[in-house]
C-alpha cells in the first residue's frame, strides 16, 4: 500500500495537490494556469507523472486529454496537513495548535464559531470519559 504522508512531497508537487484537491479533478494546463511562477506545461507533466508514480494522483482519459484526480480524500489530506502544521509549528502539540487557533490577537473567531467550538469540547469529553 502507498503512504499518502505529504511529507515526501517537493513544495511544486504539494502546490499540484492542493490544486487538485480544491479542484478535485483538473487537467495539466488547468493546473499549470494555477501554479504560481507558472512552470512550462512539460514540467508540470513530469511531475504528474511523478505523483501517479508515487501513488498520490491517477487519471481518466476523457474527451482527448487525461483529467487528474487525488488518489486519497480530501479529509485524509486534510488531517495529513494538520499533523504536519502542528509537527512543524507547534512541537507537537495539539494543546498548543489549539490554543493559537482561539486566540483573539491571531484569529478571528465568530460567537457562534466559539459556541460551535465549545460543543465540540464538550462531545470530546463525553467521549474520552
Known amino acids: 500500500m502507498t503512504d499518502h504522508n505529504d511529507t515526501s512531497l517537493s513544495r511544486r508537487e504539494r502546490q499540484i495537490m492542493d490544486i487538485l484537491f480544491a479542484m478535485e479533478r483538473a487537467t495539466g494546463?488547468?493546473?499549470?494556469?494555477?501554479?504560481?511562477?507558472?512552470?512550462s506545461y512539460s514540467a508540470v507533466r513530469t511531475i504528474l507523472r511523478v505523483l501517479e508514480r508515487k501513488g498520490h494522483i491517477r487519471h481518466i482519459e476523457e474527451s482527448m486529454r487525461y483529467i487528474y484526480m487525488p488518489v486519497a480524500t480530501r479529509q485524509n489530506a486534510a488531517k495529513s496537513a494538520m499533523e504536519r502544521l502542528v509537527a512543524t509549528f507547534f512541537d507537537g502539540s495539539m494543546k498548543a495548535a489549539a490554543a493559537a487557533f482561539v486566540d483573539p490577537s491571531t484569529g478571528k473567531l465568530s460567537k457562534e464559531d466559539l459556541k460551535e467550538l465549545e460543543r465540540m469540547i464538550r462531545k470530546a469529553r463525553k467521549e474520552k470519559t
Open 29 to 39: 494546463p488547468e493546473i499549470q494556469e494555477r501554479l504560481p511562477d507558472q512552470p
